[in-house]
């Protein structure tokens, strides 16, 4: 089992910053491939970022491609999103996602795929 905490999240203008973190306890964050999702008021939950247990594949969605960036400090046990540029729109509840898993660049936007989660933390942008 791999227990998730993200904080991070708060209210920022439009062109602001925000970095979040997931913490992650139970088994080591160095097993698990990291993704970050997100659910706007009325929408289903999204994909935003993903990261190989490896730290050496990503890939991000394209509505914050150049934005966003997704890293991990294993030693930390932390996954981050750095958030710049923001906009309105990427308001959400953001959620950090893991699953355990062997392949080295294992990455994925499917929600599906992933076995733990995190409770989310508030991002709201306003313009």
């Known amino acids: 089992q791999v227990q998730l905490v993200e904080s991070g999240g708060g209210l920022v203008q439009a062109g602001g910053s925000l970095r979040l973190s997931c913490v992650a306890s139970?088994?080591?964050?160095?097993?698990?491939?990291m993704g970050w999702f997100r659910r706007a008021p009325g929408k289903e939950r999204e994909f935003v970022a993903t990261?190989?247990?490896?730290?050496?594949?990503?890939n991000y969605a394209d509505s914050v491609k150049g934005r966003f960036t997704i890293s991990r400090d294993n030693a930390k046990n932390t996954a981050y999103l750095q958030m710049d540029s923001l906009k309105p729109e990427d308001t959400a509840v953001y959620y950090c996602a893991a699953k355990t898993v062997i392949a080295t660049n294992w990455i994925s936007a499917s929600l599906i795929e992933y076995d733990y989660w995190g409770h989310g933390t508030q991002v709201t942008v306003s313009s």
């Open positions: 139970g088994r080591p964050l160095s097993s698990n491939a």
């Open positions: 990261v190989s247990k490896s730290g050496d594949s990503a």
